[in-house]
């Protein structure tokens, strides 16, 4: 029997996206080959469906990333939905009403969903619990703990690369600690059945027991990256960078900066994934940054994608 | 012989919407009849329709308020207006610019309707005198002085619940004073023949002379609520809760917030309505706002339905 | 042979535009006689043109300006297109991310035109160098460099109230030093064959060798003025007014603030511009800028028209 799954519905279909985390294989496989067919529409002349016209997609972002709400608002966009975008920092929020409060106003404005963004873990969650059944949830990031569309669209950039998912060794580098980035795509990297996944970093940036997700851990780039078919990176927040888990920014780079010279060790095929915005220099060097193994720029162009397929497979009319 | 209306053309016919008062009932009724055709359009799968197409609607929002913002933003949307945000505390008027200037700029553009919002009241007015005549101007909320939508969207709300206007005792309860939706809420009310209008607060909060406004007095809310229909909350300002005007906000929830108890003086169908947001625990309890009698997020609901109605009546292809 | 222009493809055609400087005599009129075309459009009931449909056009403003970001804004939208406006001072380039890694993004999610606004001159140059050949780039104002699109609505209004270029005197008056408007009007006015460019301004608010540019330079209004056919007023910046540059607003408003005196040495049926937003009683009166021959609320008109046809130029269907 099926535990229980808030993203699911009665029939197992996806009802919210909230995290990777025991989503079942068939529906991960069924959002990547959905994004398939939206590549394609964005490289017509003109790049819009209609299937989420007349719905009204809110992106409800408490907190600021231009970037990413970009990324919604564009594939939303292309659904032909209509996008309102709130920075609830400014708004009713702060006139002292509650989260589920600025939720129920929005609802009863008829909204088809919502795309969350928030500093505190779970908020998504608690959003997706609250609402009525006819409305959807998208985690966009919340606190350490997820951002599902991320690892899809990591996963989606893989698959496009190397095909095989059951053959491949895969290495996460940097700050696996704070990164809900990291834990979306090492869940995502497990129900797709990749065998070897290694995380790489410094024992202060790693989560403890990081063991138990299915993961080996090293602290040298030389031996973790040994082999290895991706080589996913993170960024390094800045607040990390001059604080009581890191001495520098400099000697990061040095031990975990990723130059050409440590992704010698990998395979020669291997492709290099950052999720953005990069820090020069500091996670990965300029030369790998825009290198022949680097993908980091078709993730962005499959992000669409895969939001598409997200928001369309949710709500499609 | 009728008096003159800024907000009527030579025909009789709503060219502005500034504020109810002075409106006709004719057109108040032709406004709610408008919007019942619209609430059904936001329940269908495609929650559009084609009548202002091509149209350049301005949200000038002078005074930050994402909440009205959105309503209307929504609205404009769902009838295919093109929505243009403005948020001019950080635009042009800072760079020296009179507020005519800017509406003139933002005309020569081509608008067809502006949404006003402002700290100071009659500036709505103001540029309704000012601008071109086939450019239309609604009153968001300007100063102390009026908010018609929401006084629309409180009438429409009642009339769904309690059908007959003429026989309906209604409480209108907390900040009078600087409540422009209580002053937008009584005109309507009156105009569509209310016969007992009470409003309920302590004298501080109350305007002089508030009787000429055609409604009864009431310092306590046993006495006030008695055999009322309808229960109309206010906001209490943050701003007011720690100063000359009143004690503290635990003595005003105390003698003026809207317990169970309390609401058991009113009829026993009455319905309770609030403008939002709410401070639950100050002006209404958390089970009120959330019970049986409660139509607050209907209220919602329908703002958007009446501002397409007054959209599509004043610039409707 | 035609010297290397950055702005024009290798058939000779407008593939971005950067700046008037360098633009054949050819393509501005064959962008005149399309604005020409969008001005019937912004007159009919449904003001939209399919051309833009399912093109994605981000705002990219690294320098606030509502009213410039409006414009294309409104522009884009009546051709149908989807718009992304980014803020960027509040996005990933304040996160660390260089401006030419957002460009990078931005690009990989498909933008099809970039509308640039920036604080340093030649920054839309370095997008326009750097971006794919698919991706338009249009200045919107770089440093003191240029604003091409003002440069093309003023000749534009100009010759809609001025048949021939070839025959006219116009004058530009005020702070020609900081003023990327003049550089472009100059520019354009030579361009276009116009006679007698004159500029009228202190020492002080005049860039060195501007005789180099092909204009006459008067400090006087009385002799500047005289006999001219357009006379195109600046905008004096604020932070101008209170420094080593002027003694006072007060006294610039004296000597070369448009007055109907001074006007009164120009044509009779001069016309007066202005690109906004006026400083009234400073760089121009009252009675002046809302008087018979002032043209400046048409500037506003005609500059969605010529922005209508810059986009439809560069990424037309």
């Known amino acids: 029997m099926k535990k229980y ?9 996806l009802h919210h996206l909230l995290s990777i985390e025991g ?7 069924h959002i990547l080959n959905t994004a398939e067919s939206f590549v394609t529409v964005a490289e017509r002349e003109v790049k819009k469906v209609p299937l989420l016209r007349g719905k009204a997609i809110f992106n409800l972002f408490f907190e600021n990333s231009t ?12 659904l032909s939905a209509d996008v309102i975008n709130l920075n609830i920092g400014s708004s009713s929020t702060s006139k002292g009403e509650t989260l589920l409060d600025t939720v129920d106003n929005l609802s009863a404005m008829q909204a ?4 969350v963004r928030h500093a505190q873990s779970g908020a998504a969650h608690l959003i997706a619990k609250h609402v009525a059944p006819h409305i959807h949830v998208v985690n966009a990031g919340d606190g350490r703990h997820a951002h599902p569309t991320q690892g899809l669209l990591d996963v989606f950039t893989i698959r496009r690369y190397k095909e095989d998912f059951t053959r491949l060794r895969v290495a996460i ?16 990297l497990n129900v797709l059945g990749v065998p070897e996944i290694r995380v790489i970093a410094p024992k202060t940036l790693l989560p403890t027991n990081v063991e138990q997700m299915g993961v080996h851990v090293y602290h040298d780039m030389a031996q973790g990256l040994k082999d290895v078919d991706v080589v996913m990176m993170l960024r390094l927040q800045n607040e990390r ?7 520098s920014a400099g000697e990061f780079f040095k031990y975990y900066g990723l130059t050409a010279d440590k992704l010698a060790h990998a395979r020669p095929d291997a492709i290099v994934m950052h999720p953005g ?3 020069r220099g500091i996670e990965i060097d300029s030369g790998v940054a825009d290198g022949r193994q680097s993908v ?17 497979i949710l709500a499609g009319n």
Chains 1, 2, 3 share one sequence.
Do not use: C, W, Y
């Open 296 to 312: 980091i720029l078709p993730q962005v162009t499959f992000g669409i994608a895969v939001r598409m397929a997200v928001m369309s």
């Open 241 to 247: 960078m001059r604080g009581a888990l890191l001495p």
């Open 23 to 29: 989503l079942p294989r068939d529906i991960l496989t």
């Open 67 to 78: 970037r990413t709400r970009t990324t919604f608002e564009i594939a939303a966009k292309r």
């Open 5 to 13: 799954n808030p993203q699911l519905n009665a029939n197992g279909e």
């Open 112 to 115: 088809d969903m919502f795309v």
């Open 173 to 188: 580098v940097g700050d696996i600690l704070h990164s809900r980035v990291a834990r979306s795509e090492i869940h995502a």
């Open 277 to 279: 915005p990069m820090n």
